[in-house]
């Protein structure tokens, strides 16, 4: 595998970011989780310079809909309009199965639409997902992600 995996969590709930962390140490202990809690933050962390703290580009971006500030539908489509970010890997990570936000998640270039998991054990489901996915794809010399 090349370098750690690099994933950005985009959630206002603590409880739920609590349950992603406890199922990525059990199941990619070598992966690395940056969180923010709303696309407001989130668009401010991955447009820092190095100087201001910069995080890794990340391998894949988490994102919950139902968000204070700038929800994740708004979100999406800034990212999409930003220059560095538009091709950035998103799934879209939310209790939502809703049709609507379903199709609009789509329109505006999520890469996957995943309804959060009911349980642990669910949830170490998708971060082996995750994992295999990281393990299998190709990856920018000089980069880990």
């Known amino acids: 595998m090349a370098g750690q995996m690099n994933i950005f969590l985009i959630e206002d ?6 349950i992603f962390k406890r199922s990525m140490r059990k199941e990619c202990d070598e992966g690395v989780l940056h969180r923010a809690r709303d696309g407001h933050e989130a668009l401010e962390m991955l447009t ?4 201001e703290g910069a995080i890794a580009k990340p391998f894949v971006i988490l994102l919950d809909i139902n968000m204070p500030r700038m929800n994740g539908h708004e979100f999406l489509a ?19 199965e809703n049709p609507k936000d379903i199709s609009l998640a789509y329109e505006r270039n999520a890469n996957g639409y995943i309804v ?30």
Not at 123 to 136: C, G, P, S
């Open 13 to 18: 709930n603590d409880l739920d970011v609590e």
């Open 48 to 51: 820092r310079t190095e100087a």
């Open 116 to 145: 959060k998991p009911n349980s642990s054990t669910e949830m170490r489901e998708v971060i082996t997902l995750l994992k295999n996915y990281w393990d299998i794809c190709k990856h920018p010399v000089g980069h880990a992600a």
């Open 78 to 96: 800034r990212l999409r309009g930003t220059d560095g970010l538009r091709d950035a890997r998103v799934f879209v990570f939310t209790t939502s």
